[in-house]
């Protein structure tokens, strides 16, 4: 069956290091997305990719950056971690363009910024 | 700007209670609107969609009509169990040449035996 994955599930860090969240999918879509999900504020849009070599900012892309290099893979890099990066993250990906259909998420990973 | 507002949580029933989670929306164009459903230590999953006004959409027990008049998609379910204790997030996609995909800020559902 076809599933989103993400690595790790659980990442304690300190402030200041890079961190980099895998996220895998063999659905074959061509949007992916990453979300930062808060008690409060539901889920935000980080950076999301129409395909290939395509990335694009979120409403909350600051001190994050993402790469698409193949269909499968959208890791997300946290370039130099804060305290308030500290979240649960999501990564999700869907099918058609101009993103109406239904999004698939993986489990998400856990991240503390100590 | 294009929006979804979903009722606070927590609600608490009882088993075989009626549920009502309440999400109104505001959006420029002709959204799509989606129920998805998180369940405790996993992502989001979709519950239902409705694309167009006056579809309904159905999925476990569960239903929502898409209503153009009152910009509603209110989730409906006849009898709760225990296992429908979850996350419950309304959200809207409007077609555009840029991401317009925006969720509501979640409703968290505790059923009670």
């Known amino acids: 069956d076809a599933e989103i994955t993400q690595s790790p599930r659980h990442k304690i860090t300190e402030t200041g290091r890079q961190v980099t969240l895998a996220c895998h999918q063999t659905?074959?879509?061509?949007?992916m997305f990453w979300y930062r999900q808060d008690l409060g504020h539901g889920l935000r849009l980080i950076h999301y990719?129409?395909?290939?070599?395509?990335?694009n900012k979120g409403e909350v892309s600051d001190g994050y950056s993402v790469s698409r290099s193949n269909t499968e893979d959208l890791p997300l890099t946290l370039e130099s971690a804060a305290s308030s990066q500290t979240s649960v993250y999501f990564c999700?990906?869907?099918?058609?363009?101009?993103?109406?259909?239904?999004?698939?998420f993986g489990p998400g990973t856990r991240l503390t910024v100590l | 700007g294009d929006s979804v507002t979903q009722m606070e949580g927590p609600v608490t029933l009882s088993e075989e209670a009626f549920l009502t989670i309440n999400c109104t929306y505001t959006?420029?164009?002709?959204?799509?609107l989606f129920w998805y459903v998180q369940y405790p230590g996993e992502g989001l999953q979709l519950l239902l969609k409705?694309?167009?006004?006056?579809d309904k959409g159905s999925n476990k027990g569960f239903e929502a009509t898409y209503r153009k008049e009152t910009t509603s998609f209110h989730l409906e379910k006849g009898s709760v169990q225990v296992s429908d204790s979850a996350v419950y997030f309304c959200?809207?996609?409007?077609?555009?040449?840029?991401?317009?995909?925006?969720f509501g800020t979640g409703t968290r559902l505790k059923v009670l035996a």
């Open positions: 959006a420029t164009g002709y959204p799509s």
């Open positions: 659905w074959n879509h061509n949007n």
């Open positions: 409705a694309t167009k006004a006056d």
């Open positions: 990719s129409y395909g290939v070599q395509d990335t």
């Open positions: 999700a990906s869907s099918d058609r363009e101009g993103f109406t259909d239904t999004q698939y």
């Open positions: 959200a809207l996609s409007v077609p555009s040449g840029t991401y317009k995909y925006i």
